[in-house]
């Protein structure tokens, strides 16, 4: 089992950054492919980046040129350096787990077994 914590979040206003980290446990990191996802209110959880085990990282077209996966496997951490922030991504921003997932299946949510508790993101206008 995967534990995951998510740190970072805040209250931003428009145009601003935030990076979010997440800190893994349980497993070997380097197995694991890390995904992060949101959930606005009343909205389903959607899909926002992964930085898979073989090293690929994906994008939501959404946030493609304004964020940035990285990940340290020395210190089992995923980082999402958030720029260009707008009102409409605030959200709950989840942090997930795969082990050895293939990369084409890096967005699909049901994909990922392991969730952190997710760190609050507020933009403001």
């Known amino acids: 089992q995967v534990q995951l914590v998510e740190s970072g979040g805040g209250l931003v206003q428009a145009g601003g950054s935030l990076r979010l980290s997440c800190l893994a446990s349980?497993?070997?990191?380097?197995?694991?492919?890390m995904g992060w996802f949101r959930q606005a209110p009343g909205k389903a959880r959607e899909f926002v980046a992964a930085?898979?085990?073989?090293?690929?990282?994906y994008y939501s077209d959404s946030v493609k040129g304004r964020f940035t996966i990285s990940r340290d496997n020395a210190k089992n951490t995923v980082y999402l350096q958030m720029n260009s922030l707008k009102p409409e991504e605030t959200a709950v921003y989840y942090c997930?787990?795969?082990?050895?997932?293939?990369?084409?299946?890096?967005?699909?949510?049901?994909?990922?077994?392991?969730w952190g508790r997710g760190t609050q993101v507020t933009v403001s206008s």
């Open positions: 997930a787990s795969a082990v050895l997932l293939d990369d084409s299946n890096s967005n699909l949510l049901g994909q990922y077994k392991n």
């Open positions: 349980g497993r070997p990191f380097s197995f694991l492919s």
């Open positions: 930085f898979t085990w073989s090293g690929a990282t």
